[in-house]
């Protein structure tokens, strides 16, 4: 059962401000002040903050904690003796892994717009953004370091932390090298989203389990839960780029068309007849008319590509819902069915 | 007492091959392979792999071990009631680490060559060359985790790792602010220097003591030795980059006066006297003729600011040998005095 969709929101709102709050402390604007004023860059421009609050919400569920403002720093132990924990060192670890990952994404994919701002090689300068974000990569590893669990869980939680960068890292190369390819198939691209976004949400849920000392089918059934929404959430992304509009989104709608990226929509559309090189005329998103945009979806649309999309983000969220079954029966996990659905009925 | 200079190049070079046949087993190019092509490009491009060679040989002088062929995967524990260590993990990942920000830094610096070959974003391309850094990085940390070392050293071991990556984009970003700066002292820059360069010595010296389980004492003066070679070397680089043919340094030489880099040498100059905008007219390193650059050097050479640098090369390569006293007086522990009188006498 989830929980309703209005308590689904404060909770993520809730542990957002507390994300926020440590992210302060633990990235503080030091010297040298303008490599670090780079690394926040991002993180100051907003975000939503997904996935540490996934981190949150399994720990609060595995501790049976449904208070609700537990102090993450000290987080109650599964095991009466064992030291408190500091997940929030975790939390922030994994929201500074995907800020690293988007400075350097906006780099190879030459996006200049980023949660509305300018990303951060168009702020600052491609030099600048590169460093930031190998900054942000190594500090994820040291505030990773940081939560005071058992030497054991910590190397556990360091693994699979590292494991995952890798993944992202072949998940980005196959992203591009997709670019080049006219025969990718919607299961090639699921995977590679699988590889590129849905492992980090993985490593999100699975850590907290780690770093608290549960059990492999535990640790297992929260991982599956992350890989299912992680790829619901990206494939809900590529509806959204061509149904939210522009000022919502933060960037231009349909860019993903304009600039001719695979999607589950569009590689769908093309294994159903529609040409995808006739849809879009513009060559950039800032030539590209809400006209064009429009006459495009409802190509897409019509050979039933957005709702293909549509269903198979809404199973996939199913599938990870069910793997939610090996924790307690309380708050927490009812927060986390409502992150899985908030994934795909968000408007942005 | 160092061990003769022969002596020196055969053991670097006995490791040197350990170390390359342990990074073809350890970074296979695997799929996605492009991205592990570009990301193995610099490794088989050469390099004589001197940062590895100082792990390995902490660890044999700590192990007391002066067998000419130790197994470096099953390197004997201090205790012997221990696992054997897998000391070539750590020295593979710190040589891949050293691979990584030399992928980076050749695209922030805009070099075109490196080990006589292209630099990897230009054999492939800025992309290419931005993620290939990023998967070694990952992989840099997979490998530390691989040592077999109990849990609360490898925790230690990471925990030095990742400060140091922080402190290597701390020192690059200073690297990039001074360009822009008329009034950098040779003080600023020799920090700079530690902070960019020797830090990675300091954790090649420092990490396999800890995971052998050394004292602190120990740890903290073998840290010392690599922050001083390190530097050593550095400075001597600067030297090099004025005095070696360019067909022995890989690039053009004098680029760095071209490029108008702050260098110990440089740095000396300017605050002698030395009108450094009017050293070389030459605005890239294509252009620039060999009369040039000689004029250049014997400019710099009247200033002694050579001679300075050589010097103080010389000064903390003399104070980087005392901090080995720590170690047993055993062959590796020469050796180690001579790789760092091997920093500044080698001519390229």
Redesign the interface.
Known sequence: MSAPAEAVLDAIETRRGAVNAALSTYLPVR??E??YRASRHLLDAGGKRLRPAVTLMVAEALADSDRSDPDYRAFPPLEPDEEPIDMMAAAVSIETIQSFTLI?DD??DEDDLRRGVPSVHRAYD???A??A???L???A??FM?ETGA???R??QA??E???T??RI??G???D??FEGREDVTTDEYIGMVEQKTAVLYAAAARIPAVLLGANETTTDALCQYGLDIGRAFQIRDDVLDLTVPSEELGKQRGSDLVEGKRTAVTLHASEHGVDLDSLVEAETPAAVTEAEIDAAVAELDAAGSIEYARTLSRDLVESGKSHLEVLPDNEPRQLLAGVAEYLIERGY
Chains 1, 2 share one sequence.
């Open positions: 010297e040298p303008h490599l350097h780099i190879m491609t030099e600048t590169i460093l974000g190998d900054t990569y190594a500090k590893f040291e370091l058992p030497a054991e910590t190397v360091l693994s932390l590292a494991r960068c890798t890292c072949e980005q190369s196959l591009v090298a």
